[in-house]
């Protein structure tokens, strides 16, 4: 089955505890994106990544880091979270092309006290 | 700047037709998504639009004036199970990130029945 795959799917945790977000798509999708959705908000893209060893910053990158060493793997790293980094991530795949439609994994809800 | 807006919230009743407006002002644009997002999951992909004109899909239809900047998002014959947060995205043109999507904060809407 075709999929996008988040973990976890729940998180508490303190503050400057160092986390990852793994993700993984099975698509063989070139593309992948972090996104942060908020309420009041919307979705807001964090990192995105074109193909391996290729990324870059979204339009709330500051506080988060990336790699993508494999094509199927994006993680989101939150070397010293804050409790504003509460919130609900996505992570999404496409391939290439104007039409395709991202794909979104069932999401990752973090709490940081 | 970029902008995309759509109304927060809307109520129907079963059975009948809805309408979600979105209007948008983005730096360029390569084409409009619609998404449906029932409460606590991931988004998933309903419609594509690049081109002036309605796009039918079974209930569903989507249509786009780009002179205007504005889309809508047609739900007939509703049912209980439309009740969901329906997600506008604007794929704008120019820079390497050619499957980046700008998101609106999205309608939430309720089916009464």
């Known amino acids: 089955e075709a999929q996008v795959t988040q973990n976890p799917r729940y998180l508490i945790t303190v503050t400057g505890k160092k986390l990852t977000v793994t993700c993984s798509q099975n698509m063989n999708h070139e593309y992948m994106s972090w996104y942060r959705q908020d309420p009041g908000l919307g979705l807001r893209q964090i990192y995105y990544?074109?193909?391996?060893?290729?990324?870059d910053k979204g339009d709330v990158p500051e506080g988060y880091k990336v790699s993508r060493k494999e094509k199927r793997n994006f993680p989101l790293i939150l070397e010293s979270p804050s409790p504003n980094q509460t919130s609900l991530y996505f992570c999404?795949?496409?391939?290439?092309?104007?039409?395709?439609?991202?794909?979104f994994g069932d999401g990752t809800r973090l709490s940081i006290l | 700047g970029q902008n995309i807006d759509q109304p927060t919230e809307m109520t129907a009743t079963e059975g009948a037709i809805v309408q979600i407006n979105c209007t948008y002002q983005?730096?360029?644009?390569?084409?409009l998504f619609w998404y449906q997002q029932h409460a606590g999951e991931a988004p998933t992909f309903l419609s594509y639009n690049v081109l002036d004109g309605l796009e039918e899909k079974g209930r569903f239809s989507s249509f786009l004036s780009r002179s205007k900047g504005y889309s809508y998002l047609l739900l007939k014959e509703l049912q209980m199970k439309d009740s969901a947060s329906y997600l506008c995205a604007v794929r704008p043109a120019g820079g390497g990130a050619t499957n980046k999507l700008i998101f609106g904060t999205g309608t939430l809407l309720a089916v009464q029945p």
């Open positions: 999404a795949s496409s391939t290439q092309g104007l039409n395709q439609p991202q794909h």
């Open positions: 983005t730096s360029g644009f390569n084409g």
């Open positions: 990544s074109m193909n391996v060893e290729v990324t």
